[in-house]
């Protein structure tokens, strides 16, 4: 009997995509032999993922959580090829036990939480892997956001059906009027998708960035060189406005006022935003060949 070494597990899941106690498992029902162990995981239906793993998952949702006191939040991406999976009751369910559980284990990472025991003797990894078998579908879990408030609160919102997701911190008590804020002001990132959240967080790179930009338009519209930089001045602090959280003019605003006015006492600390399949290059495919490709097996 050959023994099993972390490295022939290791391999083994290079090779199959299954996950590393499947992966153990396997190799010690077949005394170390690694190509009974790939025949045992395919029998299995636990290696059929790795043909899909090549495929884009560039579909999906935003799930998000947050716990009873908001001194924490959660929010997650987890694609699908097809925004039809996104809908199926088995996927949105294991969403929604993973941002539980990240809430409730303090998880800060897609590595950790992959190795989290998601119920008795499986991790989190191996259940999708076995999600991925179940519903013939590629599936992974993008990214995570784990914001724990230690001087404040978190609140989130969700839209389009959890096509995107917010986490917004900040100062204060988490009173019913200051949730209120908070879910209004994470309802306007959502929509306005700031950039930053204040001047301070403009890197000087960024900013040398726009004025040049601005700087050659105002050539070409033939200004004279002594009137560019004071209309320069205008023109980056339009786009403090435009792209800095607290100077955006609120959306729901009736007045004019910015987000900082808005919140009042309390102020934001800082946010983020996740919008399903965000720089995912989708992957564009002659939809007779992939019929046929699928026909051919």
Known sequence: MAAVTAGLVKELRERTGAGMLDC????????????????????????????????????????????????????????SETDFVAKNVE???????????????????????????????????????????????????????????????VETYSHLGGKLGVIVEMSGEATEANLVKAKDIAMHVAAMDPKYLSEAQVTKADLEHEKEIARKQLEEEGKPAQIIEKILIGKMNKFYEENCLVDQIFVKAENKETVAQYAGDIKVLSFVRYKVGDGIEKKEEDFAAEVAAQIKG
């Open 24 to 79: 153990k498992k396997a190799l010690e029902t077949h005394d170390g032999d690694i190509e009974k162990a790939i025949d045992y995981l395919r029998e299995k239906g636990i290696a059929k993922a790795v043909k899909k793993a090549g495929r884009i998952a560039a579909e999906g949702l935003i799930f998000d959580a947050v716990s009873a006191d908001h001194k924490k939040a959660v929010i997650l991406e987890f694609n």
């Open 91 to 153: 996927f949105k369910e294991f969403g929604k036990k993973l941002v539980d559980l990240v809430v409730a284990k303090n998880i800060t990472t897609l590595e950790a939480l992959n190795e989290t025991e998601f119920e008795a003797g499986k991790t989190v990894a191996t259940t999708l892997t076995e999600l991925i078998a179940k519903i013939g579908e590629n599936m992974n879990l993008r990214r995570l956001s784990f914001v724990e408030s230690k001087d404040g609160f």
